[in-house]
């Protein structure tokens, strides 16, 4: 009988509005240069004051950018999340997760991904192929991760600090710098 490889989550709860997205991004830099392919998407969210937010996933490695709303006019109140961008977006973490990579960042887990849509098919594939998946998830969508997932994941606060911590305990560079071996490859 076969075990199933262990969920390696990092859930980042943030609030509306905090720097998540910010400190998400300058974790990613960070990461530039290590041993470890790290791929995915991160958010840029541009908010604006006479309507709803401009928001763009950037990919990690390329530096390709998709949007994902939709411009619906000043004094809007309806949700300007583009489901057109968002497919577009699902299908780049798609390629993404296909070509190989240790790491895989999920930009956000909200209403579309509650539903089970946007990009939960491809961080829960990811995780069932035992790559380790950092995402952000609102506070306001917590109960809805956790429902879906049955509360897995550890719970990070949006901090360097915290998500450092969680890589390091995730052990994969040094890993592959005892075995001599690209990250993620078995040594032999």
């Given at each position: ?50 309507g ?25 109140s ?16 798609r390629?993404?997760?296909e ?25 829960f ?54 075995s ?9």
């Open positions: 009988m076969t075990q199933d490889p262990p969920l390696r989550i990092g859930v980042v709860v943030h609030q509306r509005g905090d720097n998540a997205e910010d400190v998400l991004a300058a974790f990613l830099d960070e990461l530039r240069g290590r041993p470890v392919r790290v791929g995915g998407l991160y958010q840029q969210t541009v908010r604006t004051a006479s709803p937010n401009v928001m763009d996933v950037v990919d990690i490695q390329t530096a390709a950018r998709i949007r994902i709303s939709q411009p619906l006019g000043g004094g809007s309806s949700c300007c999340l583009d489901p057109a961008g968002l497919a577009d977006a699902a299908a780049h973490l390629r993404v997760r070509s190989g990579v240790d790491l895989l960042v999920v930009n956000k887990f909200a209403g579309a991904e509650a539903e089970g849509e946007g990009l939960a098919e491809e961080m594939a990811a995780l069932c192929e035992g790559v380790p998946v950092l995402v952000l998830v609102s506070a306001r969508y917590l109960d809805a991760w956790d429902a879906a997932t049955d509360s897995a994941g550890e719970r990070l606060p949006p901090t360097l600090a915290a998500l450092w911590a969680w890589y390091r305990r995730l052990g994969l560079e040094a890993a592959d710098a005892e001599g071996t690209p990250a993620g490859v078995p040594a032999s």
